[in-house]
């Protein structure tokens, strides 16, 4: 028999790490009854002016025509409203996921849009799974990477089911995409597209919205209530629902397209009024959603499940619309920073409630898990804000805001605090002008006194007490949440995808602790994607261990294991029964290789001209990569380079391709082929579905004039630009290449996001399908020096978009005027 010693070295120094059977994740929790039900309403790019109430809220100065949101201006007054609510960066992704961790995208590298969120942060879904609630998600995703669309199988907007949707165990929606009618992106849970009523013009209001993609959004939310009632009472619900309205495009459905106009005042910091149509549309968006939100707080009502359940609404981000000179996101100032917050629970929220004290998209993982009486993982960088909606005072701790400049912004910081009672703006601002970049104080305002930031009060001697205080509050948050990107730039980026499986290498740390509650646990400081079971033994000999309880899923979590009261577990001194913990292989499949720096050179002749890229060989860094050649071709990979150089320089590369299923994601780094090797995406007439994906870094694919340096043959092949430069100077590109192609070859520029093509050439192939698509809010450019060539030379961008082979939103309609715009050689959307 093991000695006391020993017992307490076991269970203090270390974790079984054998990987042995699969099992559930699924955590012991409290009766339901004392725990709520969770529905977080997000809205995509609604600014919090956008209201028919709070502070500079649009209807202050408009005069004839007032913007019409009844239904949550009744939802408000029965809840809290905070009018100093604010994204942490005001774009999709990068606030999503501030949203689902409670962490500012510099510590997750969250940085733009068409990232995927890394798997080793814990998520505030995944702790309500492990909580016991049943949780569902609808609407827009956004955070797994570049995927988007219904074709293909599974189609390539869909989120698979492991840990990549983050414990949230029902879904209906979609990776990313806007388009509100016949053309949207829904997906069901298995990845079908979800079937387009059709609306009914002439019949009821609900009959007219049929077709309208937040209609059906709700429905499918009130169906999972109804059965959620009938089938699983009792039980709890965690329901996160994503609007893509009003984001653009701005197409209100009939029965909300009813603003005029001619008949609104542009915002007191807009001297522009040319975007009052764009705005027009927009408030019938923000009306219709109105509606919609009604419907499902009207069922929730029916159903009884009102008194039980936190309702959220709020938002991603704002829309610039014209104030201060901008359009879109991504802006410091308050059209684009700050969003809405409504909350509801009866009985525990006080009703007609309203704060100013600041609150950021941080915070709100914490303050849900905290209302829920969850335990909120370490890695959260908000705060637990719930005794502030409960009516209570609480400090009034700054929030903080960044952007790292992409197409919306050229980067800064930004600080909300309140001092001397009085609420102030400090803005830094990036200058690119020294390298490294280093940041300097931009603009300093006086929120109370000034809502609309006409007065820039940085150089006011009579605030020179206030920006030393906000600019050493900010100093102080950047070193606290480890913010080292400007100026040393340091902080990696999030990839474009991660792989799909884990496994535990290296000894769990594990201990044991008494508790308030009297007990003692066996706790662990858990790995992502892993679930963990503790196991009992009653002498630690072989097959003597089983398991107890049920498994816990880690992702980075730690996990503590009820063992009840430790003195009854020994007898003088020795221990009844032993413990220790088992971790699990998650319940997922499939394998990504990384490239993560190194200078890697390419053979056609060989797989690598200095072996195999892996750890063990000299100038590489990262995972083992399998068939990273141009020489053999690439079949079936996913790789993603997040550094380094990749180059092909000689042989028979020139005929080989990236085939198959291939993704390749570039991230930063640089791909580089020499003068004689043209990169191919597809090959002859394979069955493929190829994607080069430029989220950042350089695809340089230039050489002397005359060349080939980018075709795309195959079937089914897409470049996608989201960020960085492809340079095909002095080459051409070419859409199809061979009679054999029967399917389409897409230049695709990403929504929201920047990245610019240079080619001498861009050459089609007549009859075939290829074409060049931009996205909403695209900052990208295509610059062609040369020629562009279909049936015949000497087109243009408009003679494209003519014959269908330019498009928006992978739409043809409307004239090239009215979404493009043409500078010198260079195209962009307007």
Partial sequence: MPSRRDFIKYLGASGAAALSTKAKANHDSPSSSTKPNVVLVVADQWRASALEMGPSNDNTYQTTQLLQTPHLKSFGETGMRLDRCFATKPVCTPNRSAIITGQYPHETGMFNNNLMLPPDIPCMSDVFNDAGYRTYYVGKWHMDGGGKGTSGSPAAGWVPKNWRRRGLNQWDGMNRGHSYYNGSFMLDDDGSKIPVP??????????????????????LVMDYLTDHQANHDGENFFIWLNFGPPHDPFTPPAPFDTYNATSLVARPNNTDSSNMSALANYYG?????????????????????????IVVFTSDHGEMMGSHGYVRKGQPEDESWRIPFLVRWPQHVPASAVSDTAFSSTDIMPTLLGMCGLDIPDSVSGSDKSQ????????????????EGNGYSSGWRGIVKKIGGVTYKLILRVNRDVTPNEMYTGELYDLDNDPYELTNQVDNPSFAAIRTDLEDTIDQWRTETGDTYYPAQGTPMASGSYPSTATVNEDLNSKILKKDDGKHYLQVKSQSRIFFTMQESPDMSSGSWTDVGSAKHGNGNLLNFEIGDLGSLTFLGIPKMFYRVKAEESLVTGSTDFIEGGNISGSSSADWSNGAPSSAVPGTIGLDITSGTMGGGLNGQVITQLAGTILINSGTASSQAFDGSTKYTLVGGIFRRTTSHVLRLGQNSNISSVEFNIVGGLLDLSSSAGSTGLVFMGTDSVLNISGGTVDVSGNQIYLHDSSNHTDTAIINFEEESAGDVTCALLKFSSAKLGYINFETGSNGTLTVTDDISDAS??????????????????????????????????LSLK
């Fill in 198 to 219: 059709t609306a009914n013009p002439s019949g009821t209001l609900d009959e007219q919205l049929a077709d309208f993609e937040p209609h059906r959004q709700v429905d």
């Fill in 285 to 309: 968006l923000c009306t219709a959603l109105d509606y919609e939100f009604k419907r499902l707080s009207d069922h929730l009502e029916s159903l009884g499940l009102t008194e039980d359940t």
């Fill in 388 to 403: 502030l909606l409960y009516g209570n005072s609480i400090p009034d701790t700054p929030v903080y805001g960044e952007n």
């Fill in 793 to 826: 030379t000497g087109l243009t961008f408009e003679d494209l978009w003519n014959s269908g082979r330019l498009r928006y939103m992978d739409e043809n309609t409307g004239n090239f005027s009215d979404h493009f715009q043409v500078s010198g050689s260079t």
